[in-house]
């Protein structure tokens, strides 16, 4: 059990990580031709889309809050899973 939850750590880090760089690409505004950055946006828009659609960020004073919330999201579940994991084992 205890792979499981490290797996899902790892995979919370490298949301984490991603949604950083997302933010970070967000406000440098480098070349969105560029592979990484296309990259980092494929991985992260199925994530953010849906958060966008509810609270736009034009409906937030222009700050997209969407990354904050998918991550907390994420957060939760991950505990949930984990909490059943080591319940469970």
Same mark, same amino acid.
């Given at each position: 059990?205890?792979?499981?939850?490290?797996?899902? /750590?790892?995979?919370? +880090? $490298?949301?984490?990580? =991603? @949604?950083?760089?997302?933010?970070?690409?967000?406000?440098?505004?480098?070349?969105?031709?560029?592979?990484?950055? /296309?990259?980092?946006? +494929? $991985?992260?828009?199925? =994530? @953010?889309?849906?958060?966008q659609r509810i609270l736009?960020?034009?409906?937030?004073?222009?700050i997209d809050?969407?990354?904050?919330?998918?991550?907390?999201?994420?957060?939760? @579940?991950?505990?949930?899973?984990?909490?059943?994991?080591?319940?469970?084992?």
């Open positions: 059990m205890e792979t499981f939850v490290w797996l899902i /750590r790892i995979a919370l +880090d $490298v949301l984490f990580v =991603l @949604l950083l760089a997302r933010c970070v690409i967000s406000w440098v505004r480098p070349s969105h031709y560029h592979p990484i950055v /296309r990259w980092i946006e +494929d $991985v992260t828009d199925p =994530l @953010l889309r849906p958060v736009p960020p034009w409906k937030t004073w222009g809050f969407s990354p904050l919330i998918v991550f907390l999201l994420a957060n939760i @579940l991950a505990r949930f899973l984990i909490g059943l994991l080591r319940g469970a084992g």
